[in-house]
């Protein structure tokens, strides 16, 4: 790992700055202090000098060293329960794809009904919505699971990086992007930012988001724009080839070679089922949702089906326990110190004087949340940096707060497509060269938009059935 010393010396640069501004009226120093160092974090995220886990570390331990934060107030975050709901969530992916289970599923929707280079879409969306509540890490479902099906199937049919490109790789690599990044806003636990928000939104408002809760704000949209979706690429961006028959041919002969469902998938099909099952049933059980994801675990440990050395190799879980659990000890921080309610205070006084209403402040607020992720590489970044502060603002403004956060959560994961640096599975699946940047940012803006449309359109509608509003 080597320190890339010039993008660190901004990080510093931006933290001394901000530190030595003056103060200002009606927040403590002490506050203040800690927003530059948030600030500073945050900026390291998207520059990386270091791995993002690394520069969280920093992050916290910069922050005790100066006083700003007691040293057990650093170590705090990395014991939040809702770290540990994503750690069991990545531990149950792994069984996923070590099992095969995976592949089976997608293989079986593949075969059930990709008769044509539009249904073979439709079979790689709803693969990525079966397999997503269990996948937290969006860039394991879609690189360690679905890409290689798609490359697969794009090379049996001739369909190279470059002049065959548009025959159906480009196509598909498009159709995996947009569905990842809207199965990502369905479900709490299909990426691994998600808990980050339901922290979040604790700590800045007050309002604790449930795994069926979400769920249920977000399946009306969201299977909306996963259904119009691979419709709306064919139209715009149409593959050359269009009947399939060697796809459900691909699909009966990789099943034949996998065999009958091993006791492997089996064990690991049942403990998803039964995941599922306590996490959507959580307000009737009262099991908390990372209860639910230990026991989940410990099962597939005692049936042998994860090992020790896979929980100990799963880089990805201890990755996020450490940049997540420090942007969470950072977040709480100052939430507490007063400066997002005085941060959210200025903001909330300045729209309401340009005589907004509610719904149209919100609104301005969404759309200035997504399309700024133009300047972000992570998700997780974006998150942490503006989350909690738009969340604040559009409740000082008259938003109802849980229809505020479940709303922005959504859009946390829409806003992935815009850009071929925008999500985790992004450098995978531009990677492969199928897809231009310039076409992949154009399909991103239009797809992105209609994305926001239906979810703030449609959604609203349904929130408003279910009582968010």
Not at 156 to 168: D, H, M, N, Q, Y
Not at 181 to 198: D, K, R, W
Not at 203 to 215: D, E, Q
Request: charged share 10%.
């Amino acid at each position: 790992m080597t320190v890339k010393w010039k993008s660190m010396s901004i990080v510093i640069l931006m933290g001394l700055v901000l530190w030595f501004l003056p103060v200002p009226d009606g927040i403590s120093a002490n506050a203040w202090h800690l927003f530059a160092l948030f600030v500073a974090t945050i900026v390291g995220f998207i520059l990386q000098p270091l791995p993002i886990g690394a520069v969280a570390f920093c992050g916290v331990t910069v922050s005790a060293l100066l006083g700003v934060i007691s040293v057990n107030t650093a170590i705090s975050g990395y014991g939040n329960s809702t770290i540990w709901l994503i750690i069991c969530a990545f531990l149950l992916a792994r069984a996923f794809i070590n099992s095969g289970l995976g592949r089976r599923i997608a293989f079986l929707i593949i075969k059930a009904i990709g008769k044509s280079s539009l249904t073979i879409g439709y079979a790689i969306a709803l693969s990525d919505f079966v397999i997503s509540p269990a996948t937290p890490s969006s860039t394991a479902r879609a690189g360690g699971i679905l890409y290689p099906i798609i490359q697969s199937l794009s090379n049996a049919l001739g369909s190279e990086p470059g002049p065959t490109a548009r025959k159906f790789g480009a196509y598909i690599m498009q159709v995996e992007y947009q569905a990842n990044a809207i199965t990502c806003a369905l479900f709490m636990t299909a990426m691994a930012g998600n808990p980050l928000i339901v922290e979040l939104a604790e700590k800045s408002i007050g309002v604790h988001l449930t795994w069926s809760g979400w769920a249920l704000a977000a399946i009306v949209p969201g299977l909306v724009c996963l259904i119009l979706m691979p419709y709306v690429l064919y139209k715009l961006y149409p593959p050359q080839i269009h009947d399939m028959p060697h796809a459900r041919e691909m699909a009966i002969d990789e099943l034949s070679k996998m065999g009958p469902m091993k006791r492997v998938e089996k064990i690991v099909l049942a403990v998803f089922i039964g995941a599922l099952v306590l996490w959507a049933t959580s307000q009737f059980t009262h099991m908390n949702a990372t209860g639910v994801g230990m026991i989940a675990v410990m099962v597939l440990l005692l049936t042998n089906t994860l090992t020790w050395q896979d929980v100990l190799q799963e880089k990805g879980a201890w990755d996020t326990m450490f940049w997540m659990g420090s942007l969470i000890t950072l977040a709480s921080a100052l939430a507490k110190s007063g400066f997002i309610g005085y941060a959210s205070k200025l903001a909330g006084t300045a729209i309401n004087e340009a005589g907004l209403s509610w719904i149209a402040a919100f609104g301005l607020l969404c759309i200035i949340y997504v399309y700024s992720h133009y300047a972000f590489a992570s998700v997780s970044a974006h998150i942490g940096a503006m989350y909690a502060a738009f969340l604040s603002v559009a409740v000082v403004v008259g938003t109802p707060p849980l229809l505020a956060a479940l709303a922005l959560a959504g859009l946390s994961n829409l806003m992935i497509p815009l850009t071929h640096y925008g999500g985790g599975a992004a450098p995978i699946l531009f990677g492969a060269g199928y897809v231009t940047q310039g076409e992949w940012w154009k399909l991103g803006f239009i797809i992105t938009t209609i994305n926001v449309i239906i979810w703030l359109g449609i959604g609203s509608v349904w929130w408003k059935v279910i009582g968010l509003w």
